[in-house]
T-cell receptor, first 114, second 116 residues
Framework: NAGVTQTPKFRVLKTGQSMTLLCAQD?????MYWYRQDPGMGLRLIHY???????AKGEVPDGYNVSRLKKQNFLLGLESAAPSQTSVYFC?????????????FGPGTRLTVL | KNQVEQSPQSLIILEGKNCTLQ??????????LRWYKQDTGRGPVSLTI???SENTKSNGRYTATLDADTKQSSLHITASQLSDSASYIC???????????????WGAGTKLIIKP
């Protein structure tokens, strides 16, 4: 099993450009998440999905959109990138969102917006 | 406001030595506390999960403790190895009553460096 994979691993954008980050999981998990990680801060939840065809806003959703057309994939889109979106983005998945459900993380995408 | 604070921010120790990382939290209602290990350039990996009734949990050379009264947790690493060099993140789970899901509140992590 590959677990959670993310593409691309690195990307540099200019302000105003758009891009899509792809997350895929092969564990048949219902829940998927997108986080961003910035220096000196804890992970912050951007959007999440509780199943195929569903999406919901997390703590910092502004400037991002997501889609979950297939259970195994969760896409994160930036329509008009801004320097404040320079960050490392992590995708995660879990079987559920119960008290002791564990989230499994991908390797991350390092995004720089110039 | 729900918060998780970790100390120290960074720590350097010699290989073979023990160390203890601290986590203080102010969340309500508390559900459980988790410790994650994050290697440089990788995603976090779960080490332990402790519920309200558990006050200690071990995973190999890692031992986590929880004091729910003082809202403190610690992660003790015994006989450190070079491969223990990583960030260690404390995460507290909070029950979100309106949709019956659990929200994770992430600490900023402690960066641990093991020197030979």
């Amino acid at each position: 099993n590959a677990g959670v994979t993310q593409t691309p691993k690195f990307r540099v954008l200019k302000t105003g450009q758009s891009m899509t980050l792809l997350c895929a999981q092969d564990m048949n998990h219902e829940y998927m998440y997108w986080y961003r990680q910035d220096p000196g801060m804890g992970l912050r939840l951007i959007h999440y999905s509780v199943g195929e065809g569903t999406t919901a806003k997390g703590e910092v959703p502004d400037g991002y959109n997501v889609s979950r057309l297939k259970k195994q994939n969760f896409l994160l889109g930036l329509e008009s990138a801004a320097p404040s979106q320079t960050s490392v983005y992590f995708c995660a998945s879990s079987y559920g969102a119960g008290e002791t459900d564990t989230q499994y993380f991908g390797p991350g995408t390092r995004l720089t917006v110039l | 406001k729900n918060q998780v604070e970790q100390s120290p921010q960074s720590l350097i120790i010699l290989e073979g030595k023990n160390c203890t990382l601290q986590c203080n939290y102010t969340v309500s209602p508390f559900s459980n506390l988790r410790w994650y290990k994050q290697d440089t350039g990788r995603g976090p990996v779960s080490l332990t999960i402790m519920t309200f009734s558990e006050n200690t949990k071990s995973n190999g050379r890692y031992t986590a403790t929880l004091d729910a009264d003082t809202k403190q947790s610690s992660l003790h690493i015994t006989a450190s190895q070079l491969s223990d060099s990583a960030s260690y993140i404390c995460v507290v789970s909070v029950l979100v009553l309106k949709d019956s899901n659990y929200q994770l509140i992430w600490g900023a992590g402690t960066k641990l460096i093991i020197k030979p």
